[in-house]
Protein backbone atom coordinates (compact mmCIF):
# COMPACT_ATOMS: atom_id res chain seq x y z
CA UNK A 1 0.00 0.00 0.00
CA UNK A 2 1.40 3.37 -0.58
CA UNK A 3 1.77 5.43 1.83
CA UNK A 4 1.60 9.55 1.73
CA UNK A 5 0.38 12.45 3.65
CA UNK A 6 -1.42 14.98 1.50
CA UNK A 7 -1.72 17.68 4.86
CA UNK A 8 0.47 20.42 3.20
CA UNK A 9 0.50 20.38 -0.29
CA UNK A 10 3.34 22.43 -2.67
CA UNK A 11 2.64 22.88 -5.61
CA UNK A 12 5.86 24.82 -6.70
CA UNK A 13 5.38 27.55 -9.88
CA UNK A 14 8.62 28.93 -11.59
CA UNK A 15 7.73 32.70 -11.62
CA UNK A 16 6.54 33.11 -8.44
CA UNK A 17 9.68 31.38 -6.78
CA UNK A 18 11.75 32.97 -9.24
CA UNK A 19 13.32 34.93 -6.14
CA UNK A 20 14.75 31.84 -4.28
CA UNK A 21 14.25 29.01 -7.12
CA UNK A 22 12.05 26.55 -7.07
CA UNK A 23 14.55 24.22 -5.30
CA UNK A 24 15.53 26.65 -2.32
CA UNK A 25 11.73 27.31 -2.18
CA UNK A 26 10.95 23.29 -2.09
CA UNK A 27 13.53 22.74 0.54
CA UNK A 28 12.64 25.73 3.22
CA UNK A 29 9.10 24.60 2.81
CA UNK A 30 9.76 21.33 3.59
CA UNK A 31 11.82 22.43 6.65
CA UNK A 32 8.26 23.88 7.29
CA UNK A 33 6.45 21.08 7.49
CA UNK A 34 5.30 20.77 3.43
CA UNK A 35 4.46 17.03 3.02
CA UNK A 36 4.74 16.75 -0.56
CA UNK A 37 6.18 19.45 -3.30
CA UNK A 38 4.50 18.86 -6.65
CA UNK A 39 7.25 20.28 -9.49
CA UNK A 40 4.54 22.09 -12.44
CA UNK A 41 6.62 24.20 -15.16
CA UNK A 42 3.99 24.55 -18.00
CA UNK A 43 6.19 25.87 -20.28
CA UNK A 44 9.99 24.62 -19.23
CA UNK A 45 9.77 21.47 -21.64
CA UNK A 46 10.97 18.05 -20.57
CA UNK A 47 14.91 18.35 -20.63
CA UNK A 48 14.35 21.98 -17.84
CA UNK A 49 11.68 19.76 -15.84
CA UNK A 50 13.93 16.37 -15.68
CA UNK A 51 17.22 18.68 -14.40
CA UNK A 52 14.77 20.54 -12.11
CA UNK A 53 13.67 17.62 -10.82
CA UNK A 54 16.64 16.11 -10.23
CA UNK A 55 18.10 18.49 -8.34
CA UNK A 56 14.93 18.72 -6.27
CA UNK A 57 14.90 15.17 -5.73
CA UNK A 58 18.67 15.21 -4.48
CA UNK A 59 17.65 17.98 -2.33
CA UNK A 60 14.49 16.87 -0.49
CA UNK A 61 16.06 12.88 0.10
CA UNK A 62 15.77 11.49 3.36
CA UNK A 63 12.86 15.01 4.01
CA UNK A 64 10.51 12.38 3.79
CA UNK A 65 8.76 14.35 1.52
CA UNK A 66 7.74 13.94 -1.55
CA UNK A 67 8.06 14.87 -5.29
CA UNK A 68 5.10 14.77 -7.66
CA UNK A 69 5.63 15.84 -11.36
CA UNK A 70 3.10 17.58 -12.48
CA UNK A 71 1.74 16.47 -16.45
CA UNK A 72 5.06 14.97 -17.72
CA UNK A 73 5.08 11.53 -17.84
CA UNK A 74 8.37 11.18 -19.55
CA UNK A 75 9.89 13.54 -16.98
CA UNK A 76 8.15 12.06 -14.07
CA UNK A 77 9.87 8.38 -14.88
CA UNK A 78 13.20 10.19 -15.53
CA UNK A 79 13.78 11.58 -12.44
CA UNK A 80 12.15 8.80 -10.88
CA UNK A 81 10.13 11.01 -9.06
CA UNK A 82 7.71 9.41 -6.03
CA UNK A 83 4.41 10.04 -8.34
CA UNK A 84 2.94 12.35 -11.55
CA UNK A 85 -0.07 14.51 -11.57
CA UNK A 86 -2.77 15.34 -14.44
CA UNK A 87 -5.30 17.43 -15.17
CA UNK A 88 -8.67 16.34 -16.49
CA UNK A 89 -7.22 17.49 -20.53
CA UNK A 90 -3.88 15.95 -19.74
CA UNK A 91 -4.92 11.94 -20.29
CA UNK A 92 -6.29 8.91 -19.71
CA UNK A 93 -5.20 7.79 -15.78
CA UNK A 94 -5.45 4.33 -16.97
CA UNK A 95 -2.84 5.19 -19.91
CA UNK A 96 -0.96 6.89 -17.50
CA UNK A 97 -0.76 4.63 -15.27
CA UNK A 98 0.59 1.95 -17.61
CA UNK A 99 2.90 4.36 -18.58
CA UNK A 100 4.48 4.83 -14.83
CA UNK A 101 3.73 1.13 -13.76
CA UNK A 102 2.32 0.05 -10.27
CA UNK A 103 4.48 1.92 -7.54
CA UNK A 104 4.10 5.26 -8.42
CA UNK A 105 1.58 7.51 -6.79
CA UNK A 106 -1.11 9.13 -9.39
CA UNK A 107 -2.91 12.02 -8.72
CA UNK A 108 -6.10 13.51 -10.91
CA UNK A 109 -7.56 17.07 -10.78
CA UNK A 110 -11.27 16.80 -10.58
CA UNK A 111 -13.68 19.48 -11.25
CA UNK A 112 -16.80 18.22 -11.30
CA UNK A 113 -18.76 14.94 -9.66
CA UNK A 114 -19.22 13.29 -12.84
CA UNK A 115 -15.54 12.99 -13.11
CA UNK A 116 -15.50 12.57 -9.59
CA UNK A 117 -17.59 9.28 -9.30
CA UNK A 118 -15.79 7.92 -12.90
CA UNK A 119 -12.28 7.57 -10.58
CA UNK A 120 -11.10 3.90 -10.45
CA UNK A 121 -8.94 3.60 -7.19
CA UNK A 122 -7.06 0.80 -8.67
CA UNK A 123 -5.54 3.25 -11.20
CA UNK A 124 -6.01 6.87 -8.99
CA UNK A 125 -4.23 7.37 -5.80
CA UNK A 126 -5.74 10.73 -4.87
CA UNK A 127 -7.53 13.66 -6.63
CA UNK A 128 -6.68 17.63 -6.35
CA UNK A 129 -10.26 18.84 -5.69
CA UNK A 130 -10.75 22.67 -7.15
CA UNK A 131 -10.69 25.48 -7.45
CA UNK A 132 -11.98 25.98 -4.71
CA UNK A 133 -11.81 29.78 -5.16
CA UNK A 134 -10.22 31.47 -8.37
CA UNK A 135 -6.30 32.15 -8.55
CA UNK A 136 -4.03 33.89 -10.97
CA UNK A 137 -1.18 30.74 -10.68
CA UNK A 138 -3.87 28.89 -13.11
CA UNK A 139 -5.86 31.31 -15.32
CA UNK A 140 -7.41 28.57 -17.26
CA UNK A 141 -8.74 27.01 -14.21
CA UNK A 142 -12.49 25.72 -14.50
CA UNK A 143 -15.48 27.55 -12.62
CA UNK A 144 -14.50 27.86 -8.93
CA UNK A 145 -16.68 25.48 -6.53
CA UNK A 146 -16.66 26.72 -3.30
CA UNK A 147 -16.27 25.18 0.15
CA UNK A 148 -19.46 23.35 -0.38
CA UNK A 149 -18.80 22.10 -4.08
CA UNK A 150 -15.32 21.17 -2.10
CA UNK A 151 -17.19 19.14 0.52
CA UNK A 152 -19.40 17.45 -2.02
CA UNK A 153 -16.89 16.22 -4.44
CA UNK A 154 -15.07 15.20 -1.41
CA UNK A 155 -17.54 12.96 -0.62
CA UNK A 156 -18.03 11.52 -3.84
CA UNK A 157 -14.32 11.09 -4.10
CA UNK A 158 -13.15 7.15 -3.77
CA UNK A 159 -9.93 7.96 -2.86
CA UNK A 160 -8.35 10.97 -0.35
CA UNK A 161 -8.02 14.33 -1.51
CA UNK A 162 -5.96 17.63 -1.89
CA UNK A 163 -8.43 21.05 -2.09
CA UNK A 164 -6.15 23.86 -4.28
CA UNK A 165 -7.13 26.43 -5.61
CA UNK A 166 -6.72 30.32 -3.71
CA UNK A 167 -6.29 28.63 -0.52
CA UNK A 168 -4.54 30.41 2.16
CA UNK A 169 -3.98 30.14 6.12
CA UNK A 170 -7.43 31.66 6.40
CA UNK A 171 -9.26 28.66 4.61
CA UNK A 172 -7.22 25.52 6.36
CA UNK A 173 -10.40 24.70 9.00
CA UNK A 174 -13.10 25.17 6.81
CA UNK A 175 -10.83 23.07 3.68
CA UNK A 176 -10.18 20.24 6.80
CA UNK A 177 -13.91 20.67 7.76
CA UNK A 178 -15.35 19.76 3.95
CA UNK A 179 -13.44 16.46 4.36
CA UNK A 180 -10.21 17.16 2.57
CA UNK A 181 -7.17 15.55 3.69
CA UNK A 182 -5.29 18.66 3.27
CA UNK A 183 -4.76 21.61 0.93
CA UNK A 184 -2.97 22.17 -1.93
CA UNK A 185 -1.22 26.02 -1.92
CA UNK A 186 1.08 27.66 -4.53
CA UNK A 187 1.08 31.69 -3.81
CA UNK A 188 0.39 30.74 -0.27
CA UNK A 189 4.43 29.80 -0.10
CA UNK A 190 6.26 30.66 -3.20
CA UNK A 191 7.09 34.02 -3.46
CA UNK A 192 6.47 34.68 0.46
CA UNK A 193 9.63 36.85 1.79
CA UNK A 194 10.17 33.03 3.65
CA UNK A 195 8.66 29.88 2.41
CA UNK A 196 10.45 28.12 5.46
CA UNK A 197 7.92 30.38 7.73
CA UNK A 198 5.19 30.10 5.43
CA UNK A 199 5.07 26.71 5.65
CA UNK A 200 5.60 26.60 9.47
CA UNK A 201 2.29 28.51 10.04
CA UNK A 202 0.24 26.65 7.76
CA UNK A 203 1.56 23.63 9.45
CA UNK A 204 0.76 24.58 12.48
CA UNK A 205 -2.92 25.49 11.24
CA UNK A 206 -3.42 22.08 10.16
CA UNK A 207 -2.08 20.46 12.97
CA UNK A 208 -4.44 22.78 15.52
CA UNK A 209 -7.67 22.14 13.01
CA UNK A 210 -7.04 18.39 13.48
CA UNK A 211 -7.60 18.72 17.28
Known amino acids: MK ?20 V ?11 TIVQLRDKTGGTERLVETGLTLKRALAGTGALLI ?15 LHIGQDDGDPALARKQIGK ?48 AALVAASPVPSVAIG ?25 GTPDPREAARALAILIKEARR
Open 3 to 22: RFDLSLYLVLDPDLCAGYGM
Open 24 to 34: ETARAAVEGGT
Open 69 to 83: VNDDIEAACRIGADG
Open 103 to 150: KMILGVSVETLEATRRLDPGIVDYVGVGPVFATATKPDHKQPVGFDGL
Open 166 to 190: GLKGSHVKAVLDAGADGLAVVSAIC
